[in-house]
């Protein structure tokens, strides 16, 4: 039994074609992932920042306090990250994060991103302004042939407020047009 989305991927990766072949790339592919499994922690932090266990409405001022600092410093920060990762590897001629094709990261990426878009959408598209090449990346995931069917069939679950990205109007950034 393999438990964690990172060593689940890992293991799956080599096998579905996921991956490069060399050890180097395939660790790197890990490395990403783990670095995506922290910005999925701390996403989920922003709607429960004290308490795992307590209800979103017992924690909102500390939740408000949490969004804030993610939207303003937290997501900035890991965006540029993976923005630079894909600049380096596009300087090598890749279009993905690791190497010349589609890995697991890469789909890990996309669903932050689409993530990102539902539970923060005026905090994204601040952030997202400095990471055009995490945007196409996106863009490039979603239009792939099957994954694009799989995106518009019912099989794809919609975000909601059950899930870790979850929409709470109150803990995303106003506008960049309002802010001013």
């Known amino acids: 039994m393999l438990a964690q989305v990172a060593n689940i991927l890992q293991f799956l ?10 050890e180097a790339s395939r660790i790197a592919v890990n490395q990403l992932q783990l670095t ?24 909102k001022p500390e939740a ?3 969004a804030a600092a993610f ?10 990250y993976f923005e630079d990762v894909l600049k380096r590897n596009e300087q ?7 190497g010349g094709g589609l890995t697991y990261v890469d789909l890990s990426m996309f669903q932050v991103m ?29 239009g792939r042939p099957r994954i694009a069917a799989y995106l ?12 870790i990205f979850r929409r709470y109007p109150e803990l995303d950034a106003e506008p960049a047009d309002a802010a001013k």
């Open 71 to 80: 939207v303003e410093q937290r997501l900035p920060k890991f965006l540029g």
């Open 114 to 142: 689409s993530g990102l878009e539902y539970a923060f959408p005026n905090g994204l598209a601040r952030a997202a302004k400095k990471t055009p090449l995490l945007l196409a990346l996106k863009g490039r995931v979603a």
């Open 152 to 163: 518009a069939s019912e099989r794809r679950i919609p975000f909601n407020e059950s899930g």
């Open 36 to 59: 995506v499994a922290d910005l999925v922690g701390e996403v989920h932090d922003t709607h429960h920042p004290i308490d795992t266990g307590a209800y979103y409405e017992d924690q």
């Open 64 to 66: 408000k306090r949490r």
């Open 92 to 98: 090598g001629g890749g279009q993905y994060l690791v």
């Open 13 to 22: 990766g080599p096998r579905l074609g996921l991956v490069p072949e060399d």
